[in-house]
């Protein structure tokens, strides 16, 4: 069965520190993976999703990056974190194909301070 | 983009009610999916359906594509129900992009 990790669970970082989050999907080959953030008053927003390595697209502009340097394997990263970028980031991922069920992970709790 | 409105935004109910949670959409979408986000903030998908019925358990959800809206139904709620549900969108070519809307908030009390 396919599962899904990210870490860490929860991090406080001051604005201006960097940011490493990190996602991997385990019993599946070339997923779609996403990244989404969830801030207070619970909306979700996807920032990225990756239909294979290497191949990124961004959804809105911002200060966070991300970076798939292997299959199963989905980071996102910031040189320097905003007071705006605390929320909470969830990792999904779906298969390719037609119907593209879409699974999420544990999700990160990010307070900038 | 395609809207996603979720009704109501809250919802306050009684162990063993029924409820029904409404979902509009704003255009067509070839991939609807709900999901129930408990307390502690994991999201469980509950079912795919961009078309039609389908059922689990004490869950049910229908779509109406042609007149885009979507009713998820909880029937004899329990406690554990408590939670966020969503319900997200994609639209055709999206590639499983998906669109969510801002949640209905039920609590189930004992």
């Known amino acids: 069965s396919q599962t899904i990790h990210q870490w860490p669970a929860t991090l406080v970082q001051p604005v201006g520190s960097p940011l490493s989050l990190e996602c991997t999907v385990e019993?599946?080959?070339?997923?779609?993976l996403y990244w989404y953030r969830q801030a207070a008053g619970r909306g979700l927003q996807l920032l990225f999703y990756?239909?294979?390595?290497?191949?990124i697209s961004s959804e809105v502009p911002q200060n966070l990056s991300a970076s798939r340097p292997q299959d199963r394997q989905f980071i996102l990263s910031s040189k320097k974190l905003l007071l705006s970028d605390s929320g909470f980031y969830l990792c999904?991922?779906?298969?390719?194909?037609?119907?593209?069920?879409?699974?999420f992970g544990p999700g990160t709790r990010l307070l900038v301070l | 983009g395609i809207q996603v409105e979720q009704s109501p935004p809250d919802l306050i109910l009684q162990e063993g009610a029924n409820s029904t949670l409404r979902c509009n959409f704003s255009?067509?979408?070839?991939?609807l999916q709900w999901f129930h986000q408990n307390p502690w903030g994991q999201l469980i998908n509950l079912f795919y359906?961009?078309?039609g019925t389908k059922q689990n358990g004490r869950l049910s959800a229908t779509t109406v594509a042609t007149e885009r809206y979507s009713l998820l139904y909880i029937s004899s709620s329990q406690t554990t129900d408590s939670g966020v549900y969503f319900c997200?969108?994609?639209?055709?070519?999206?590639?499983?992009?998906?669109?969510f809307g801002k949640g209905t908030k039920l609590s189930v009390k004992p």
């Open positions: 990756s239909i294979g390595i290497d191949q």
């Open positions: 359906i961009p078309s």
């Open positions: 997200a969108v994609g639209a055709r070519g999206s590639q499983g992009n998906l669109i």
């Open positions: 999904a991922w779906s298969d390719t194909g037609v119907r593209e069920t879409l699974y």
């Open positions: 255009d067509s979408v070839n991939n």
């Open positions: 019993g599946t080959s070339n997923p779609n």
